[in-house]
Structure formats: C-alpha cells, structure tokens
C-alpha cells in the first residue's frame, strides 16, 4: 500500500517508525503519529503493513486520521476503512469535506456502506452516533458449542466478544445476554439459553444521550450495552471505551466555556495563534462590555461616593465575594445537572436549598467584614470616620444581600439555559461574575443609602 504523493520514501519512513518504536504500545504508536505533520503521518501510515495500520486509524485518540486517509488513493483507503471498525469510519467520514466523503464511500462494499450510513444518520452525542453495528449474536436456539465456534469465526471482526446477544429466532428481538465467562463455562451442548443472564436486557434507546448511556454503563456495570429499536432488535453496541473517549471530549469542551471561552476542538499546542485568538477574543469582549456596565453603575452613584469616599474602600471586597459565590453554586449545579442528580424540574429544591445557604454564607462573610472594620478602628490602623460603626453595619447588610443573590443568580442560570436548551457549562464563572458585579453594586450603594442617610449621605 503506498501514498500517490510520495509512493518511494513512504516505506522508508513506516520502517524507521516501527523500529523507533519496537515494543511501545498501540496508544504509544498513536501519540507518536500525532506529533507529526498530517504528511509525515500519511508517510509513515503508507507503508505499513495493513493490520497495523488499521490498529492505528481505529484509535479515536489519532488526530487528523481523516486528512491522513484522504491523501490515500481510492483502492488503499477502501482497504483501511475496511479493516476498521464501522462507528470509527462513520466518524472519520463525517470530518471529510462532501467531494472525499463521497469518493472513499462509493469504494466500500454495500453491505459496509449501508452499515456505516446507517450509524451516520443518528444525531451526534446520542447512542445511535456512538454506537459500533460489529457485535456478536446469535439465535436462542443454539448450543453452547455452536456458540463458541460461532464467537471464533467472527472475534477478529467484532468490537468485542465478552457480550454475546442472544436473539428470537423468528422476530430477531433481544432476549437475553450471555456474558463470555458464563459461555466458557457451559456445558458444550446444553442450550445458550442455559447459561444466559436472568432478567430483562438493560437496553438503551438509539436516541438516548450518551450522557444517559454512560449512566446505565455504569451503574449496571457493563461493558457494553445494546441499543435497540422499537421491536426490540439490536441495531448496534457502545462499548465503555467509546462512552469514556466521548465523555472525556465533552468534559473538556465544557471545562473551556467554563472558563469564558469556545471550545478549542483541538490540542492546546496544535491550534493555530488566529484560531486561539478567534476562540477567545470574543467571550472576553462580551465580558468586557458586561463590566462596562459596572462602570455605569458607578457613575450612577457618583454623588453618594463624593460624600462617602470610604464606601469605595469595600468595592472590591464587595464585588469579588458576590461573584466567588455565584461561581461556586453554577459549578455545583453544572455538575450535578450533568451528572443526573438533578433535573430540570427540580429548579424550585435548588432554590430553596441556596436561598437559606446565599443568607448563611453572607452572613460569614459580613461578620469577617465587620470584624475587620472594627478591630482596624480599635487599633488605630485606620480612621474610618465618626460614623465608623454605621459603616461596619453596612458592609455586614450588603455583603448578606451580595452573596445571597449571588448563590441564587449562579444557581438559577444553568436552569434556565437548560430550558432554553442550550449548553449549561456555557454559564461559565467569569460570565456568572460579571453579572453579579453590577448588580452586586447596586446593592452595596442602595444599603449604604437605607443606612447612611442622615449621617454621612
């Protein structure tokens, strides 16, 4: 198999790979390959012998597997997409621009082709798009023997073989699992049956999110799980490999809008300097023009901070305890959103449960505050004026009215972008601060003038 582009160093270049890395692992390999240009890697990948290379285009950790295949001539990209397995070539196949996409899957087989257009078809982050169609299965009416002569014929081109799915004879519907251990184990002509899983099959939906899939996998603790139409037919498997590479791609997706920015869809050091610049200038500038907002709000209490400058002493105090809070109670509800412990009607618990805590936690803070401004006083650190306990009183009130507002501002705004349905991780904690900044302002200056009036305003 060799690369149209540069057919002579190509096997060269795979041999001096292989020999560099005798004895490393496949994932090993894989890393070793991501550290090259998609042209070095073409090289390389070239003049391999087939079942290596497939082992190393199978790995949804190669970056750039679809760039690599599309340097590949018709008949050699036929042979690899082949050899992998069918959810790895839907989603190479996705990656490629419709003209390649369309030119490497007219050279598969029908069958293959129907196969991968099949899993196509399902919405991206669901069971049907992570699903792999290469599983085994076999009729109830089989033996124990004819089971495990059936498991050696076909395990080279199964996903795995520790599930094996026993099917209705005449309707194809799942009826029951056999687990590889048990199929061991059996008499060799007792009936599968026999040594099939008790109970209905834990089955998922070809719709079902993979975050939901993920949940099942673990808490009935498989390794695969079969995802089934409305007949009860097995369309296909998701293995825990697959389920944990797609959930690791999410958590660091939503752990970067976390942070005020897009998903980089890439490695830190592979992104281009534009494309970091694209990525993060604008979260920043709609940060920016949110902060503006706080300047406004200044302004709009110039006359009270001309009478009292020592107010300005505590904007900072003020304004990062509000926003800490809501950060710390966007973070709580995120996860547990996205772990499944809570749901989007239980809104109203979580508000009742922050109110009395954003009440507790102000409280905390403003005595820490009040403390302070006294005991500085007492020692003769700082004067902060003849109405320096109205002052005291006043930070202690703002910052039990900041926090609590904060804790339920941070808490309610994953909710509410869930029900408009968009990304919850996008109520991302420099986002939430922003907002609780300005009207944390609003709040200190409308305490100060309930407080101060009469005295120093």
Same mark, same amino acid.
């Given at each position: ?35 090259? %240009? ?117 395990? =080279? ?21 056999? %687990?590889?251990?048990? $199929? ?34 673990? *808490? ?36 970067? =809008? ?5 998903? $980089? ?77 809570? *749901? $989007? ?48 009183? %006043? ?8 926090? %609590? ?14 029900? $408009? ?37």
């Amino acid at each position: 198999m060799n690369i149209n582009r540069f057919p002579l160093r190509a096997g060269h270049a795979a041999r001096a790979f292989i020999n560099n890395s005798r004895g490393a692992t496949i994932a090993e390999r894989v890393d070793a390959l991501n550290a090259l %240009t998609i042209q070095d890697a073409g090289r390389v990948l070239s003049g391999m012998p087939l079942d290596y290379a497939v082992n190393i285009l199978d790995r949804p950790e190669l970056r750039n597997a679809a760039q690599i295949l599309a340097l590949v001539s018709a008949e050699d990209a036929a042979r690899l997409l082949h050899g992998m397995s069918n959810d790895r070539v839907a989603d190479v196949l996705l990656e490629l621009d419709g003209e390649t996409r369309a030119r490497l899957f007219s050279s598969l087989d029908e069958p293959v082709r129907i196969a991968i257009q099949h899993l196509m078809g399902y919405p991206p982050r669901t069971a049907g798009g992570i699903m792999t169609t290469e599983f085994v299965s076999v009729p109830d009416s089989w033996t124990v023997a004819k089971t495990l002569d059936h498991v050696r014929q076909v395990e =080279r081109s199964r996903e795995t073989v520790y599930a094996i799915y026993v099917l209705d004879e005449v309707s194809h519907a799942l009826m029951h699992v056999v %687990t590889l251990r048990r $199929l061991i184990t059996g008499e060799p002509d007792a009936s599968i049956l026999s040594v099939a899983q008790k109970g209905t099959p834990v089955s998922a939906d070809p719709l079902m999110k993979q975050e939901d899939v993920a949940r099942l996998i673990r *808490k009935h603790d498989l390794l695969a799980l079969p995802v089934t139409d409305e007949h009860g037919q097995v369309l296909g498997i998701v293995t825990v490999d697959d389920v944990i590479d797609t959930m690791i791609s999410d958590t660091t997706e939503a752990a970067q =809008r976390f942070g005020g920015m897009e998903a $980089l869809g890439q490695p830190y050091m592979k992104i281009g300097f534009g494309g970091m610049i694209r990525k993060r200038a604008g979260w920043l500038a709609a940060l920016f023009l949110g902060e503006m907002l706080t300047a406004s709000a200044m302004q709009h209490f110039e006359g009270e901070l001309e009478k009292a400058v020592v107010l300005t002493l505590f904007i900072p105090l003020i304004m990062s305890s509000g926003g800490n809070s809501g950060s710390q109670a966007t973070s709580l509800i995120i996860r547990a959103l996205a772990l499944g412990e809570l *749901k $989007l009607s239980d809104w109203w618990k979580v508000l009742l449960r922050e109110l009395p805590t954003g009440i507790v936690l102000g409280a905390i803070l403003g005595l820490v505050g009040f403390v302070r401004i006294v005991f500085w006083q007492s020692a003769g650190l700082y004067d902060y004026g003849p109405h320096w306990q109205m002052v005291a009183i %006043t930070v202690f009130a703002a910052l039990i009215g900041i926090v %609590t507002f904060g804790s339920i501002c941070g808490s309610m705004l994953p909710f509410l972008l869930q029900k $408009l349905r968009l990304d919850p991780a996008s109520a991302s904690a420099p986002f939430v601060a922003t907002l609780v900044d300005v009207t944390g302002l609003v709040i200190y200056f409308s305490v100060a003038l309930l407080i101060l009036s009469g005295t120093l305003l």
